[in-house]
């Protein structure tokens, strides 16, 4: 699609819930808010506001992230042929979401109406747990990549890198990773320039490509040499 091709905003639908991980919803989040700002500086009619998020949550209202911090979400409702982009986060609630039935056949009947599914980190878990990953390529954070395959050897993980794409399914490690993504996500979109525009603003050092690894050579440097060297 070209960066004017579309002509309506996309409506990005974040799924929180007690526990989630604030930086893999505030960081797109903020991504997205960037990209929208960057078509007004670059003049580029008729699209102003090319993303529209939303947090939607199972009850709505107040959810705690795991930082401590309150997110005020939608509740749950029959508006996801609406969404453009379902995002799921994780975060040290995962587990009791996955239990949580009501939210896991939300799940499995929006993410066939969305025009692609992304999860962050502990967020294929959730996926999984719907039974929506089966035989698909996904990344997870690296120090639950064991867990992920013992729980569900149908995924197809993709050890140590940044994020994938497996069709309409995305995934990335989680934490800044999330970011990364996003960022690819608006270049498919809207193309490189909106992209870098908005890598800019964010004053990153550069975009990183999904087949960097996770843990990378850098801070592993830092981390083992010595105070003066580092």
Same mark, same amino acid.
């Given at each position: 699609?070209?960066a004017?091709?579309?002509?309506?905003?996309?409506?990005?639908?974040?799924?929180?819930?007690?526990?989630?991980?604030?930086?893999?919803?505030?960081?797109?989040?903020?991504?997205?808010?960037?990209?929208?700002?960057?078509?007004?500086e670059?003049?580029?009619?008729?699209?102003?506001?090319?993303?529209?998020?939303?947090?939607?949550?199972?009850?709505?209202?107040?959810?705690?992230?795991?930082?401590g911090?309150?997110?005020?979400?939608?509740?749950?409702?029959?508006?996801?042929?609406?969404?453009?982009?379902?995002?799921?986060?994780?975060?040290?609630? #995962?587990?009791?979401?996955?239990?949580?039935?009501p939210?896991?056949? $939300?799940?499995?009947?929006?993410?066939?109406?969305?025009?692609?599914v992304?999860?962050?980190?502990?967020?294929?878990? #959730?996926?999984?747990?719907?039974?929506?990953?089966?035989?698909?390529?996904?990344?997870?954070? $690296?120090?639950?990549?064991?867990?992920?395959?013992?729980?569900?050897?149908?995924?197809?993980?993709?050890?140590?890198?940044?994020?994938?794409?497996?069709?309409?399914?995305?995934?990335?490690?989680?934490?800044?990773?999330?970011?990364?993504?996003?960022?690819?996500?608006?270049?498919?979109?809207?193309?490189?320039?909106?992209?870098?525009?908005?890598?800019?603003?964010?004053?990153?050092?550069?975009v990183?490509?999904?087949?960097?690894?996770?843990?990378?050579?850098?801070?592993?440097?830092?981390?083992?040499?010595?105070?003066?060297?580092?």
């Amino acid at each position: 699609m070209s960066a004017v091709g579309a002509l309506a905003s996309r409506t990005v639908g974040f799924l929180a819930y007690d526990g989630v991980q604030l930086l893999s919803i505030a960081g797109p989040s903020e991504v997205f808010g960037a990209a929208n700002r960057a078509f007004a500086e670059r003049g580029i009619p008729p699209l102003r506001q090319p993303y529209a998020p939303r947090i939607f949550s199972p009850e709505g209202g107040g959810v705690v992230s795991a930082s401590g911090l309150t997110l005020q979400t939608d509740p749950l409702d029959n508006e996801g042929a609406a969404l453009d982009t379902l995002v799921v986060p994780g975060g040290r609630g #995962i587990r009791a979401i996955m239990a949580h039935a009501p939210t896991l056949d $939300w799940l499995r009947a929006t993410a066939p109406k969305v025009r692609r599914v992304v999860s962050f980190g502990g967020g294929a878990f #959730i996926l999984a747990r719907a039974g929506l990953m089966s035989d698909r390529r996904c990344v997870t954070h $690296w120090r639950f990549e064991a867990d992920l395959v013992r729980e569900y050897p149908d995924v197809k993980l993709v050890g140590g890198e940044l994020f994938v794409r497996d069709g309409p399914f995305f995934s990335a490690a989680g934490g800044s990773a999330s970011v990364d993504l996003t960022l690819r996500l608006v270049e498919e979109d809207h193309g490189k320039p909106i992209a870098i525009h908005v890598a800019h603003m964010m004053v990153l050092s550069r975009v990183r490509p999904g087949e960097q690894p996770q843990l990378g050579a850098e801070l592993r440097a830092q981390l083992a040499a010595t105070p003066r060297i580092a």
